[in-house]
């Protein structure tokens, strides 16, 4: 009888081992088939070199910091003046000092819109920032957030800026 149960053993466990072997195949193919990554489709029309996009100031010339009036005389500032406020951008209209609050989105419209008169030092702007008149979190955090969107503006415009005093 110990024969026996050695000739049934013996199939079985090369059975099992055969089952098992496999099931372990197929778990680590399908992890290496769930780690590979899926092909990625080129871009439609991916230029090699990417060329910035025209802005219309790109006639207005490069800063010049030595035309800067002294940081003393910043009230003669010619170039476009802005102020980061809480409820948006003040563009100074330097003929009158008067402010029109601006969207951040319209900033580049009003740029290219000026005269090339306008810019005497190139492409430079000043800019300041208001005082709120009540200074809570929430107006700072306005402050800071436009003042971002602002600079993220003028970087892509390709416009420098400097802080006023």
Known sequence: MPEQKNLVRGPIRSVIRIA??????????????ACTKSPQTPPAEAPSTQ?????????????????????????????????????????????????????????PAELVALPSGAWPYGRVV???????RVPSDQTKADLRKNRALLIGTLKNLDVQYQEAP
Do not use: C
Not at 20 to 33: D, G, S
Not at 71 to 90: F, H, Q, S, T
């Open 51 to 107: 060329s910035p996009q025209p802005t219309g100031l790109e006639s207005i010339p490069p800063p010049d910091s030595m035309k800067y009036p002294r940081l003393a005389n910043m009230a003669e500032w010619k170039n476009p003046y802005l102020v980061v406020r809480d409820d948006g951008i003040g563009f100074v209209d330097l003929s009158n000092r008067e402010v029109h609050i601006l969207k951040i989105e319209e900033i």
């Open 126 to 132: 000043m800019i300041a920032q208001a005082i709120p």
């Open 20 to 33: 098992v072997q496999r099931t372990l195949m197929v778990i680590a193919i399908a992890a290496l088939v």
